[in-house]
Nanobody, 112 residues
Framework: VQLVESGGGLVQPGGSLRLSCAAS????????MSWYRQAPGKERELVAS????????NYAEFVKGRFTISRDNAKNTVYLQMNSLKPEDTAVYYC??????WGQGTQVTVSS
């Protein structure tokens, strides 16, 4: 199983980023997927999740209306579109399967 996140970087407050998580080594379309994040000195927290075929999504309150999770099962990839970014969104973002596998993370820094 391999999960590789990409798309992180430095962005100004109010800006946007799109994270990607490319999956391999398992039947991607059979698994729910999630994005988590961990800021320095804080616990890792759930950001958003999506069902195996994309019909159901869930979001943490602190990203509702700003972030959108989606997936492309033909490309074995899950995405996180992040808009209206705030400094408090600064964290390492991880994707995770509902079977417990994690990616290595991608850093998102929101700063002017």
């Amino acid at each position: 199983v391999q999960l590789v996140e990409s798309g992180g970087g430095l962005v100004q407050p109010g800006g946007s980023l799109r994270l990607s998580c490319a999956a391999s080594g398992f039947t991607f379309s059979s698994y729910d997927m999630s994005w988590y994040r961990q800021a320095p000195g804080k616990e890792r927290e759930l950001v958003a999740s999506i069902s195996s075929v994309g019909y159901r999504t869930n979001y943490a309150e602190f990203v509702k209306g700003r972030f959108t999770i989606s997936r492309d099962n033909a490309k074995n990839t899950v995405y996180l579109q992040m808009n209206s970014l705030k400094p408090e969104d600064t964290a390492v973002y991880y994707c995770k399967t509902n079977s417990g596998f994690w990616g290595q993370g991608t850093q998102v820094t929101v700063s002017s």
